[in-house]
């Protein structure tokens, strides 16, 4: 029945965060991976690689992650593939997360001096031992601060999970406002659970940034 | 800045034209569901009493009863997969779900695309408003503003009831519709009869009352199109069960069901026309 | 694949969508507007000379910088008329952009205040300047020059979050679309056309906000 905003309501939006750190997660890490492909295809020297580059990330940052969101959901279907819901969402989550990360990496790849380069080429290294022994480990420490930023807005992001009925930290909300029509209540306690856990991960963000421009 | 009404209706007009090709490769039969041992149900948990959840975090309502009484009839266990009201017919085209128990309104568009079972509960399309709004019929939405919930079968028809040019405004849920009235976000709203339960039960009733029957409001489960063996199953539980039906509805609703309709214009409930 | 695209349909509303996608570019138009004067009064506080001011900006940016712009409107939207502030969807859009991009533009400013040198203000000073035209002309228009790059992708994120405020029927491009794909339910269709309409949005944006940093800020550096 129609109730008051308590503790059973406020359980069930706190069971609702583990959807929201789950999908942050794996988000993050398949994003990750494809991120870091779509960075070196950026940088490289191959032109057609680092258009093709550019025209992933101009996608996924010029078109809202809502109507991605959307278009994976119901596009897995129509290319024959049939998936869960969470699994539709952890797949889009994790194409825009590789779109951004891709742009971040990219600028610290080329922050990275270029005579880096130049001298892994002199002392006659190959393109893999050069990216992973002499610019990664580099561009890795330069994008720590915005790499870690960026895991804020993803873990908002999962919020609009919410429109597509997965039952996270935000849908887990509407569903308590729904039964309690204490919207103002429940938002707020919605709003500090994503507080709770993006700000330690801002925290360390800007820790990072300013370590980093104290090295110069 | 307003989208309105007049518009809305000559976008209707064109669309309804169109038609859709349905796939049958998701096909599913009762007795892949039992060998499976479950069968995914799509319910919507944002609509007291139909679906709802309970203070133990658990999926309740007329809605859930039904379900688990096909459940248990079938032989298997319920999983329920929470729908929302943009969601639920991709759900089920997409496979998410393997059918819905989602007190839908039946439709002839809406039949397109999904098939209905035979109807299971009705519920009248009600106008709400406050007690003071002067609203007797269609004419007079014109006047105020307008809630209604975006992704149900209530909106195109207050776009066609309503005069040109009212405002309309659309919401997520039946909830949320329900609260933008008792916030006072629009005058009225329009959508279920039962509205007024949920209404009287946040303890505000005293404001607001039911304006007049807009139209019927037959509703029924759906299968994928060519789940005729579902199709089957579920037109013959919706007989056999006549009674328990009657019970559950008495329990949530807190009236007795309505004789239902067994035809309906453009709606195939055998899944056999066109064939 | 046994699925047939049918574009037909959506195509067919196109005065729809060009309906909500006016509304898109004007809901973020204002708040653009709005977010960047307060912003600017946030960069304002955050480096006030006052402890509680300060404190007050930081907390302010801290708590919407780290909550999601969706509950921000939920919370706006449903949640302030229990505190007797009611909103129609389309102010209370307006106000939750505003509140949202703020936040952001203000630690975007601040970054560029950061990098003027304070002998400049201290020159403008002795140049006899009054207060309120050292902050104008030697603090803040410079310092938004010097990041303006950031605040127009600030602005295209923002005119992307737009396609949330649906959700709270403000009628935009997002509102439009899932309305025809309420009547013809070719879902896939209608959101890949929603899709590359933002996409067109999102470059007019980037070009527009570029050619008007251009006339703006032409005057000589150095």
Known sequence: MIRTFGFPELLFILDGAKWTVLMSLAAFLFGGLLGLLVALARTSKIRPARFLALCYIQLFQGTPLLIQLFIVYFGLPIIGIRVELWLALITGLSLHASGFLAEIWRGSIQAVPEGQTEAARALGLGYISRMRDVVLPQAFRISLPATVGFMVNLVKGTALAALLGLTELTRAGQLMSNITFEPLKVYATVGLVYFAICLPLTLVSSRLERRLNARG | ?275 | MNYTFDFTPIFQAWGLLAQGAWATVYISAISMALGLVFGIVLTALRMAPLAPLRAFAIGYIELVRNTPFLVQVFFIYFGMPELGLRLNAMEAAILTMTLNCSAYIAEIVRSGVESIRPGQIEAGKALGLSTPDVYRFIVFRPAIRAVYPSLCSQFVLMMLNTSLVASISAQELTYAAQMIDNRTFRSFEVYFVLGAIYLVLSQLFSVGLSMIGRVYFSYPTK
């Open chain 2, 1 to 275: 800045m307003c989208i309105t009404t007049g518009f809305k209706k000559i976008v209707a007009g064109a669309l309804m034209a169109t038609t859709f090709m349905a796939s049958a490769a998701l096909a599913i039969t009762p007795d892949e569901l039992r060998e499976k041992g479950k069968a995914v149900i799509g319910v919507q948990m944002d609509q007291f009493p139909w679906g709802f959840i309970d203070e133990a975090g658990k999926n309740e309502g007329f809605d859930i009863d039904v379900a688990k009484l096909i459940a248990a009839d079938l032989g298997v266990e319920p999983e329920f997969f929470r729908i929302t009201g943009q969601n639920r017919i991709p759900s089920l085209t997409t496979g998410q779900v393997d059918f819905l128990v989602p007190s839908m309104t039946v439709t002839a568009e809406r039949a397109q695309v999904i098939q209905f079972v035979l109807p299971y509960s009705s519920n009248n399309i009600t106008v709400w408003a406050r007690t003071d709004a002067e609203i007797t019929k269609n004419e007079d939405l014109g006047g105020y503003v307008i809630g209604v919930n975006r992704g149900s079968a209530f909106e195109p028809i207050l776009s066609d009831a309503a005069p040109q040019g009212t405002e309309i405004r659309g919401y997520e849920d039946d909830a949320t519709t329900v609260q933008a009235l008792l916030s006072g976000q629009v005058d009225a709203i329009v959508g279920s009869k039962t509205y007024g339960i949920v209404i009287q039960n946040t303890g505000r009733g005293d404001g607001y009352e039911a304006k007049y029957k807009v139209a019927d409001n037959i509703q029924a489960m759906a299968v994928r199109k060519g789940d005729q063996e579902m199709l089957d199953y579920l037109n013959d539980f919706v007989t056999r069960h006549d009674a328990e039906l009657d019970e559950l509805y008495l329990k949530w609703i807190g009236q007795d069901r309505a004789d239902l309709p067994t035809e309906l214009p453009g709606v195939d409930f055998t899944g056999k026309a066109g064939n």
